[in-house]
């Protein structure tokens, strides 16, 4: 085995990479040593086979091949780091993508999208199961109409405020009306009692105001 | 017989014509017009002082419940009078009136049936010849209108208004 500074310039002697002072002193050498002389025919042959099955050059794909490749390297360095750094811990995006690998997870996905849909579509029963005060107008000065719905009378309040007192000496009486028949074509109400009497027929003036036209008991 | 059938021929046209002259007049049809539904209204007397009722005996229908217990809690007071009541029709394409007073009733005009039930009303409060208010409601059955009226004898006159289930 020769010494590595030997090898190496035996490598670049066969080369060609010496110099001209170089080379006239490694070929004094070759000739007063026959082993090595010796086994620089064997690597020069061998060099020389080698060449003769290489072609002489290699054509370059393209201008910018090296180039292009010493980038595809840095970006496979980059990648390789990457998964080095993830590589510790299984991320919860490979796992969420095994389970859409999973052959059940179309069926369960479009059930649950139906359920969401239904849910979110169905109608709000707690806002449509009572009554509405859409509008409301006070024509009086003074007069304020406010609603709301109370929950624990589940009952929806129109309440007027600056209203007019009734004198407390005024009596105010009610009656019972149990069936009524109107006509029409006379813009009239007749109002019958529970026997079927007649309590009070109710039209309108020619202002639109009501207008009684039967005594009825009052207070 | 052929001499005597042109004479039945003839005939037969005045034999009906006195036939229609003898024939009884029809009777008038009298058309209900078309509801929308059936509404119960009152005007009940709220008040905490028990001797200002006047001992009227009229009893809520039954579908409201515990009507005076639901009046309390929107209005406060301990006791609830109903002084007058009413069961009207609600026409279609006609008003109707809900009178259970002379002193305070109410006009209805329907706008159709609404969404997911109910009626859909305008609303006229009526106190003798001066309206109070005049509102657009959904009237829904189960769930009563309160209308918290004028004041009276420290206490206060309260009109309810509820849809019947058909």
């Not at chain 1, 060449?51 to 010493?70: C, G, R, T, V, Y």
Request: hydrophobic share 40%; aromatic share 8%.
């Amino acid at each position: 085995m020769k010494p590595p500074s030997e090898d190496h310039d035996l490598i670049r002697w066969i080369d060609g990479e010496m110099n001209d002072a170089e080379r006239a002193t490694f070929e004094a050498r070759l000739k007063s040593d026959p082993m090595l002389a010796k086994e620089a025919e064997e690597l020069r042959a061998l060099s020389a086979g080698i060449q003769a099955h290489l072609p002489a050059e290699m054509k370059i794909p393209h201008a910018d091949f090296f180039n292009s490749q010493i980038q595809v390297r840095i970006a496979q360095m980059d990648l390789d780091e990457s998964r080095q750094k993830q590589a510790g811990n299984t991320s919860l995006a490979d796992l969420f993508l095994s389970w859409i690998r999973q052959p059940w997870f179309a069926t369960a996905g479009a059930v649950a999208l139906a359920v969401l849909g239904f849910v979110w579509m169905r109608p709000h029963t707690q806002d449509t199961s009572h009554s509405l005060i859409l509008s409301s107008y006070t024509p009086g000065l003074g007069v304020e109409a406010s609603t709301y719905h109370d929950n624990e009378a589940d009952a929806t309040v129109l309440m007027l405020d600056g209203l007019e007192e009734v004198p407390s000496d005024r009596k105010i009486s009610g009656i019972s009306v149990h069936r009524s028949e109107t006509e029409p074509e006379v813009a009239s109400t007749t109002l019958f009692d529970a026997t079927g009497s007649p309590l009070l027929v109710i039209s309108r003036d020619d202002a639109g105001h009501p207008l009684f036209l039967t005594n009825t008991p009052r207070g | 017989m052929k001499a005597i059938l042109p004479a039945l021929l003839i005939l037969i046209p005045g034999v009906n014509l006195f036939a229609q002259e003898k024939a009884a007049p029809q009777p008038l049809t009298v058309v209900k017009p078309a509801t929308e539904g059936k509404v119960w209204g009152a005007l009940i007397f709220a008040t905490n002082d028990a001797a200002q009722l006047i001992g009227s005996q009229e009893k809520a229908p039954a579908h409201l419940g515990q009507l005076n217990d639901r009046l309390s809690k929107v209005f406060g007071f301990k006791h609830f009078e109903i002084l007058g009541q009413h069961q009207q029709d609600i026409f279609r394409e006609y008003e109707s009136w809900v009178v259970p007073s002379r002193d305070l009733f109410l006009k209805i005009d329907s706008n159709g049936p609404a969404d997911n039930g109910g009626v859909k009303l305008h609303l006229q409060v009526w106190r003798e010849q001066q309206v109070l208010v005049k509102s657009d409601a959904v009237l829904r059955a189960g769930s009563p209108l309160f209308i918290g009226g004028p004041k009276w004898k420290n206490g206060r006159l309260i009109f309810v208004l509820s849809l019947e289930r058909k």
